[in-house]
T-cell receptor, first 116, second 115 residues
Framework: AQTVTQSQPEMSVQEAETVTLSCTYDTSESDYYLFWYKQPPSRQMILVIRQEAYKQQNATENRFSVNFQKAAKSFSLKISDSQLGDAAMYFCAYRSGSGTASKLTFGTGTRLQVTL | KAGVTQTPRYLIKTRGQQVTLSCSPISGHRSVSWYQQTPGQGLQFLFEYFSETQRNKGNFPGRFSGRQFSNSRSEMNVSTLELGDSALYLC??????????????FGPGTRLTVL
């Protein structure tokens, strides 16, 4: 079974600074997708960024980028120019690329605080 | 398009009762997945429905069940509620579950409290 580990329960960053959230995963599959989801206090989960395992290039979405190290099974999220609105729980998630499975396996989350 | 909606948003039940939660996916989305979120266990996959058929199931007891209607709306039912069932139940929809990747869009959740 696949597992996703987020070793940082809480992180704090000053506004306009950069922060990196860590995620490692364990799988024996070669085809899969990785995601970072954001859950603000209102609780609606929002997709931040996704990475296909077969792509070597790291995904980027505006201020959000990932460092995908397939051999090390590491998938970290970098948030640049942090804003107050970035404060939320961040979940790393894994989805198998085989078959018809839509199941997401989530990590335990990292609570990000953004300070002035 | 309207997002994923879940009703009710909050629910209080007592042990032994049963509860039904509803999820309306984004128009055109055919796959609906359910997740349970608790402080202790985190986010756990319950099941996925696609075209009125359960396609995937997580590791939950048989007290947890679901169904999907022809309009893709889905319901989940929990019978004989236990205190440990207190959680935020999230529903997510995607255009098609399948081998081709599709993003899952989450609803706001239903907060279930079991007393």
């Amino acid at each position: 079974a696949q597992t996703v580990t987020q070793s940082q329960p809480e992180m704090s960053v000053q506004e306009a600074e950069t922060v990196t959230l860590s995620c490692t995963y364990d799988t024996s599959e070669s085809d899969y997708y990785l995601f970072w989801y954001k859950q603000p206090p209102s609780r609606q989960m929002i997709l931040v960024i996704r990475q296909e395992a077969y792509k070597q290039q790291n995904a980027t979405e505006n201020r959000f980028s990932v460092n995908f190290q397939k051999a090390a099974k590491s998938f970290s999220l970098k948030i640049s120019d942090s804003q107050l609105g970035d404060a939320a729980m961040y979940f790393c998630a894994y989805r198998s690329g085989s078959g018809t499975a839509s199941k997401l396996t989530f990590g335990t989350g990292t609570r990000l605080q953004v300070t002035l | 398009k309207a997002g994923v909606t879940q009703t009710p948003r909050y629910l209080i039940k007592t042990r032994g009762q049963q509860v039904t939660l509803s999820c309306s996916p984004i128009s055109g989305h055919r796959s609906v997945s359910w997740y349970q979120q608790t402080p202790g266990q985190g986010l756990q996959f319950l099941f996925e429905y696609f075209s009125e058929t359960q396609r995937n199931k997580g590791n939950f007891p048989g007290r947890f069940s679901g169904r999907q209607f022809s309009n893709s709306r889905s319901e989940m039912n929990v019978s004989t509620l236990e205190l440990g069932d207190s959680a935020l139940y999230l529903c997510a929809s995607s255009p098609e579950g399948g081998a081709v990747y599709n993003e899952q869009f989450f609803g706001p959740g239903t907060r279930l409290t079991v007393l």
